[in-house]
C-alpha cells in the first residue's frame, strides 16, 4: 500500500490495486486561518476605490455618436460608454490621489498582489518594494492599471479582505 505525502489539512489517499478510495488521515486535519494584515487604509476607503475601480474598467468607447438616441431604445448602455466629462475617471483619481503615502503604498502592493507580483506570504516584501517605488504620480499609474478592480479584489481576498459587507451597505 503506497502513501502519498500532502499537507496536513489534506486527506491522503490510500491506493491497493484498485481505485484511490479516500482514506483515514495520517496527519490532524487542522488550518491555520489567515489573520490579515492590520492596513493604514480604512476597509471602507479600500472598498469604495474598488468599486469606482471596477466602474472605471466596465467603462468603455461609445459605440452610437446619434445624441438624439432614446436612452430607452438603448438599453441603457450610455451608463457603461465613456464619454466626454464622465466623471468617474476623475473620482476614481481623486479617491486614490487623496490617500496619505502609506494608504497608496498599500493600494499598489495590494495591487501587485492582487496581480501576482507577491503572494500573501511576501506582505512585507511588497510594501517595500512598493515604498521604494511611490512617487507623486501614484494616482495616475493605479488609474491606468488595467482591471485595477480585480487585481484590488485578488489582492484583499490574499490578505483574507473582503468588501462583501460594505458592498451590502451601499446597496
Known amino acids: ?27 490532524p486535519m487542522t488550518m491555520t486561518p489567515v489573520t490579515p494584515p492590520q492596513l493604514e487604509i480604512g476597509l ?3 472598498c469604495f476605490i474598488l468599486i469606482k475601480a471596477r466602474e472605471f474598467d466596465a467603462k468603455v468607447e461609445p459605440l452610437d455618436l446619434d445624441a438624439g438616441s432614446n436612452p430607452g431604445d438603448d438599453d441603457e448602455r450610455e451608463v457603461l460608454e465613456d464619454y466626454p466629462g464622465d466623471a468617474t475617471q476623475q473620482e476614481l483619481f481623486d479617491a486614490i490621489d487623496g490617500l496619505n503615502v502609506d494608504e ?15 503572494e500573501a506570504r511576501e506582505w512585507k516584501q511588497a510594501l517595500a518594494t512598493a515604498r521604494e517605488a511611490h512617487n507623486a504620480r501614484t494616482a495616475a499609474y493605479l488609474v491606468g492599471t488595467p482591471n485595477l478592480g480585480d487585481e484590488l479584489e485578488e489582492g484583499m ?5 473582503s468588501c462583501a459587507d460594505v458592498e451590502m451597505n451601499h446597496l
Open 1 to 27: 500500500m503506497t502513501q502519498v505525502k500532502a499537507p496536513a489539512w489534506v486527506p491522503v489517499l490510500e491506493y491497493s490495486g484498485s481505485p484511490p478510495i479516500l482514506g483515514r488521515r495520517t496527519m
Open 104 to 118: 497608496q503604498i498599500e493600494l499598489v502592493a495590494l495591487t501587485w498582489l492582487g496581480r501576482g507580483d507577491f
Open 44 to 46: 471602507s476607503k479600500l
Open 157 to 161: 481576498a490574499a490578505l483574507g479582505l
